[in-house]
């Protein structure tokens, strides 16, 4: 199955104003990210979908691809689904979406989220990693349950699975999924998931996958064990992951 592997990236971000053309290690955020995701040989063709000359330029000048999208996008899925509709991207089977700012992105995240459409026969893809049940009480880590299949059943910002008795501790443990962002599609799934409209579940809890599980379509949950470090969202990040990259480059 060919597979095509698009870059969401937006220059109108608040809390890091430009966030994409902000400087990691000397090259541009969403540079950094295009070079991951391309360096992970996972996808035939990596493309950043942005609405903003400047950060279509910027990409194309470091040997990217980039191509302009609508500004009127209200996600990313909707931006990686009108990148994937083109006409020079019919061809491709499977699309994979990760987020512009995330240049630590796992490798096992976007490998095995992959291998869950095109192996596992779920139309949608995605990854989590076991967590401690500290993650549980923050609102900010969208936790995941899964059937024993893989299957996601719910997405939460809630403490899922809740502990009801202290004695099943130990169990609960094993059961703490934090959920990464990072999704595959089959290219029928991608195109009917952007087609529904927003569920109460999803405007409750602020989650778009929430769509298309409440649609009845299936998504498949990687379980994956490489650590995985945060996205780059704040002032502080950057400043983080100036300090790590060399170490996360050479290690």
């Known amino acids: 199955m060919r597979t095509l592997a698009v870059i969401p990236a937006r220059l109108g971000a608040t809390r890091l104003p430009r966030k994409p053309l902000r400087l990691l290690a000397g090259l541009p955020l969403v540079v950094r990210v295009w070079q991951r995701v391309a360096e992970l040989g996972v996808a035939e063709r ?12 910027v990409v194309t000048q470091h040997g990217g691809t980039a191509v302009l999208t609508s500004p009127g996008h209200i996600s990313g899925t909707h931006r990686v689904a009108e990148v994937a509709h083109m006409p020079e991207h019919v061809e491709f089977d499977v699309i994979v979406n990760v987020q512009g700012d995330e240049p630590f992105v796992s490798r096992q ?5 992959t291998r869950m459409v095109t192996e596992s026969e779920f139309p949608l893809g995605t990854a989590a990693v076991m ?8 609102p900010n880590v969208v936790k995941v349950v899964a059937a024993e299949n893989g299957r996601a059943m719910y997405f939460s910002r809630a ?18 999924w934090q959920h990464i962002g990072v999704y595959a599609y089959e290219r029928s799934a991608l195109m009917r998931w952007i087609r529904l409209p927003e ?3 999803e405007h409750i809890e602020r989650l778009e996958q929430l769509r298309p599980l409440a649609a009845g379509m299936s998504i498949g ?9 945060p996205g780059i969202d704040t002032e502080d990040d950057l400043e983080r992951a100036n300090r790590e990259w060399t170490a996360f480059t050479t290690g």
Not at 51 to 56: I, L, P, R, S, T
Request: hydrophobic share 50%; glycine share 2%.
């Open 46 to 57: 990596v493309i950043v979908a942005t609405d903003e000359e400047e950060v279509a330029d």
């Open 109 to 113: 995240a976007v490998i095995e989220a």
């Open 131 to 138: 967590a401690t049940p500290q993650i549980l009480g923050d």
């Open 159 to 176: 403490p899922i699975p809740f502990l009801r008795d202290a004695a099943d501790a130990e169990l609960q443990r094993s059961r703490v």
């Open 199 to 201: 569920t109460p579940l």
């Open 221 to 229: 949950v990687a379980l994956i064990d490489e650590p995985v470090r």
